[in-house]
């Protein structure tokens, strides 16, 4: 069964830092990869997602994900994060085969960004 | 456009009760799903259902049971609530998970539930 390790649990930044959390994904064949974003008290959204094309993604509130398949990973990436960042981010995997494949998702690592 | 509807928001329960949580979708989507999240441990998948009229067990299904009422709704109860069961639960929905397992996930705002 596939599984999905996120390294940083805590991670505390100042504004205009960049940014960097790593996902890494335990499956051999081909995966679909997502980042989700939870704002304090708020559900999960859709950051930005990798399913085939150019491993470099862009998603929406500048941030941006690589796809390394020789690594097994899909970090996150912004180059300068503002207070409004703060959140738990979750990175997700799931095999690209056709197939109950429900998506799995990492522990999540909480960003705080101070001023 | 209201997307993933979750009620109740917050419930507390006494160990021993019984309690349905629904979830609706209004995006036309055949995939639902439901986790719950518990601090340190990210969302962990309970049940899911590819498609209306099935369902599956995710990683964590004991002490629940869901029902697949039709493609809009899908509840999750659980029987005989133990303190173990306290969390918050989301459900999501999908397009298609059976087939196209690109597709992201759709969250609600989740359920707050407390079991004394």
């Known amino acids: 069964a596939q599984s999905v390790s996120q390294h940083n649990h805590h991670v505390i930044l100042s504004e205009a830092a960049s940014l960097e959390l790593g996902c890494n994904y335990s499956y051999g064949g081909t995966v679909n990869l997502f980042w989700y974003v939870q704002y304090p008290g708020q559900h999960l959204q859709l950051l930005l997602k990798y399913f085939s094309g150019d491993p470099l993604v862009k998603g929406i509130k500048g941030f941006e994900a690589e796809f390394i398949k020789s690594k097994f990973s899909f970090n996150l990436r912004k180059p300068s994060v503002q207070w409004s960042d703060t959140a738990e981010y979750f990175c997700a995997v799931s095999p690209a085969r056709s197939g109950n494949t429900p998506l799995v998702f990492g522990k999540g690592t909480r960003l705080s960004v101070i001023a | 456009n209201a997307g993933v509807t979750q009620t109740p928001k917050f419930q507390v329960l006494k160990t021993g009760q019984s309690m349905t949580l629904q979830c609706a979708q209004d995006m036309n989507h055949n995939s639902m799903y439901w986790y719950r999240q518990d601090p340190g441990m990210g969302l962990r998948l309970i049940y899911y259902s590819a498609s209306e009229g099935t369902t599956d067990k995710g990683e964590v299904p004991n002490g629940y049971n869901v029902s697949r009422l039709n493609k809009r709704e899908f509840s999750l109860r659980l029987e005989s609530a133990a303190p173990s069961q306290t969390s918050v639960y989301f459900c999501?929905?999908?397009?298609?998970?059976?087939?196209?397992?690109?597709?992201?996930?759709?969250f609600g705002d989740g359920t707050r539930l407390s079991i004394l």
């Open positions: 999501a929905s999908s397009e298609d998970g059976y087939t196209y397992s690109n597709q992201p996930q759709h």
